[in-house]
Nanobody, 124 residues
Framework: QVHMVESGGGLAQAGDSLTLSCKIS????????CGWFRQSPGKEREFVAAVTWSGYGTWYGEFMRGRFTVSVDNAANTVYLQMNRLQPGDTAVYYC?????????????????WGQGTQVTVSS
């Protein structure tokens, strides 16, 4: 069973940068990839970014506007989400998730394994 643990969240000010990490264990498949989602109170879980395990394929939510970068380090079994120029609207719990199938990266229901989430709070 795939086990995922997020870290790197915290408090930031508008304009700051944060890098989230997702440590993955138990993965036995090389197809599919890892997605990042976020959720704030009263809102649905929102797609942030996704990357294939090879690192060659990446997808981003429309609100990214070039501010976020997703990457994978298979040697470290870790997926990263670099977040730049943070805004108060980025405040949310950020989750990483894994799936073994390609395609439909933006739909959370297509992911099989989830981490517990890490809180990101951005003040103005």
């Amino acid at each position: 069973q795939v086990h995922m643990v997020e870290s790197g969240g915290g408090l930031a000010q508008a304009g700051d940068s944060l890098t989230l990490s997702c440590k993955i264990s138990g993965r036995t498949f090389n197809t599919g990839g890892c997605g990042w989602f976020r959720q704030s109170p009263g809102k649905e879980r929102e797609f942030v970014a996704a990357v294939t395990w090879s690192g060659y394929g990446t997808w981003y939510g429309e609100f990214m506007r070039g501010r976020f970068t997703v990457s994978v380090d298979n040697a470290a079994n870790t997926v990263y989400l670099q977040m730049n120029r943070l805004q108060p609207g980025d405040t949310a719990v950020y989750y990483c998730a894994a799936k073994a199938e390609d395609g439909l990266w933006r739909r959370p229901q297509n992911y099989n394994s989830w981490g517990q989430g890490t809180q990101v709070t951005v003040s103005s």
